[in-house]
């Protein structure tokens, strides 16, 4: 599975959008790009996936490059509730649904 | 549905002791994993499966046994606690076994072994 680079941390207005941004440069054709999210102390959360249209749901947008080496994840409208760590993973369609996850990005949204 | 259930919550054990962490889920489904996350680190997969009867290493295997006797339940075992294992617990479950299937993880269960 590709690997990802994220920032360690971001900050975000409370009803702002918040980009969160994830390379992957070393992406293969097969693989999916997944976001999943952290609240403090609890299981993480699925949020959305990909493979290289671009994606919406109720909860976020996700934004793939062309090239697929990077990608977006957006909240439209960031709420104190999003708060989170939030982790970018790639996973091929093959092997069993394992999830390898990276230390993600740190969003704190702001009042 | 109740979703991926997690107990207990919280336990302390001592080093040498060993004990079962409990995961069950009523979804019906076929995948189910346990992670295990220290402090400021992403999960790590310790164990996995892709239905009853059905059992893999993940990441970080060792020192942990896993079974998987029916599709609901899928429990974690600890046979001699070492301190290196203090962290926290997550069990997962999804649909199939398709890797584009969303995850489900339950609530955690916090080990500090002394």
């Known amino acids: 599975d590709a690997k990802t680079t994220q920032p360690t941390s971001m900050d975000c207005a409370e009803g702002r959008a918040a980009n969160l941004p994830c390379n992957h440069s070393?992406?293969?054709?097969?693989?999916?790009v997944y976001w999943y999210r952290q609240i403090h102390s609890q299981g993480p959360q699925y949020i959305i996936h990909?493979?290289?249209n671009n994606e919406t749901n109720e909860m976020a947008s996700l934004i793939i490059t062309e090239d697929r080496k990077s990608s977006t994840l957006i909240l439209p409208h960031a709420t104190l509730r999003d708060t989170a760590v939030y982790y970018c993973?790639?996973?091929?369609?093959?092997?069993?649904?394992?999830?390898?996850f990276g230390t993600g990005t740190r969003l704190t949204v702001i009042p | 549905n109740a979703g991926v259930t997690q107990t207990p919550k919280f336990q302390v054990l001592k080093t040498g002791q060993s004990m079962t962490l409990q995961c069950a889920q009523d979804m019906n489904h076929e995948y189910m994993s346990w992670y295990r996350q220290d402090p400021g680190m992403g999960l790590r997969l310790i164990h996995y499966s892709v239905g009853a009867g059905i059992t893999d290493q993940g990441e970080v295997p060792n020192g942990y046994n896993v079974s998987r006797s029916t599709t609901e339940d899928f429990p974690l075992r600890l046979l001699s606690a070492a301190p290196s294992q203090t962290s926290v617990y997550f069990c997962?479950?999804?649909?199939?076994?398709?890797?584009?299937?969303?995850?489900?993880f339950g609530p955690g269960t916090r080990l500090t072994v002394l």
């Open positions: 990909g493979l290289k």
């Open positions: 997962a479950s999804s649909y199939g076994l398709a890797s584009h299937n969303e995850q489900f």
């Open positions: 070393t992406i293969s054709g097969n693989e999916y």
């Open positions: 993973i790639v996973r091929s369609q093959t092997g069993a649904n394992n999830l390898f």
